[in-house]
C-alpha cells in the first residue's frame, strides 16, 4: 500500500505541471542563442573570434556600406563572402574576418 497525497492524482494538476516544466524548458533552449558583439561571441567571460560571429560582421559591415547581403549568405556561402570582403574588406573591423580573402594574389 502506497501512501500517496489526494493532490497528486488530479489530472489538472498533472497537466498544469507539464505545461510549466516546458514552457520552462522552451525558455531556456530560446536563450542558448549566440550573442555576436563585434565579431567577438562571449565564452567563459572571455571574447573569442569564432568564425560564425566573423562572418556575421563581415554581413554588417558590408550593409554599413550599402550592400543588399544577408547573414545567412555570408555564413553560408563562401563566395557571397569574398565578395563582401573584396567590397569592404578595406575596413578595420575586418581586418581578421576578411584575412584569407585580402591576401590573396599579392606579393609582399
Same mark, same amino acid.
Given at each position: 500500500? &502506497?501512501?500517496? *497525497? %489526494?493532490?497528486?492524482?488530479?489530472?489538472?494538476?498533472?497537466?498544469?505541471? =507539464?505545461?510549466?516544466? $516546458? &514552457?520552462?524548458?522552451? $525558455? $531556456? /533552449?530560446?536563450?542558448?542563442?549566440?550573442? !555576436?558583439?563585434?565579431?567577438?561571441?562571449?565564452?567563459?567571460? %572571455?571574447d573569442l573570434a569564432t568564425?560564425? !560571429?566573423q562572418d556575421k560582421l563581415?554581413? %554588417?559591415? $558590408?550593409? %554599413?556600406?550599402?550592400?543588399?547581403?544577408?547573414?545567412?549568405?555570408? =555564413?553560408?556561402? *563562401?563566395?557571397?563572402?569574398?565578395?563582401? !570582403?573584396?567590397?569592404?574588406?578595406?575596413?578595420?573591423?575586418? &581586418? &581578421? /574576418? !576578411? /584575412?584569407?580573402?585580402?591576401?590573396?594574389?599579392?606579393?609582399?
Open positions: 500500500m &502506497t501512501i500517496m *497525497p %489526494q493532490k497528486w492524482e488530479n489530472p489538472m494538476l498533472k497537466t498544469s505541471l =507539464l505545461i510549466a516544466v $516546458a &514552457t520552462m524548458s522552451f $525558455a $531556456a /533552449a530560446s536563450e542558448a542563442k549566440i550573442a !555576436c558583439r563585434d565579431g567577438y561571441q562571449r565564452v567563459r567571460g %572571455q568564425p560564425y !560571429c563581415v554581413a %554588417q559591415v $558590408a550593409r %554599413q556600406y550599402g550592400s543588399r547581403v544577408s547573414d545567412n549568405a555570408i =555564413l553560408y556561402n *563562401p563566395s557571397a563572402k569574398a565578395e563582401a !570582403c573584396r567590397f569592404v574588406g578595406h575596413d578595420n573591423r575586418l &581586418t &581578421t /574576418a !576578411c /584575412a584569407g580573402e585580402n591576401d590573396r594574389g599579392r606579393r609582399y
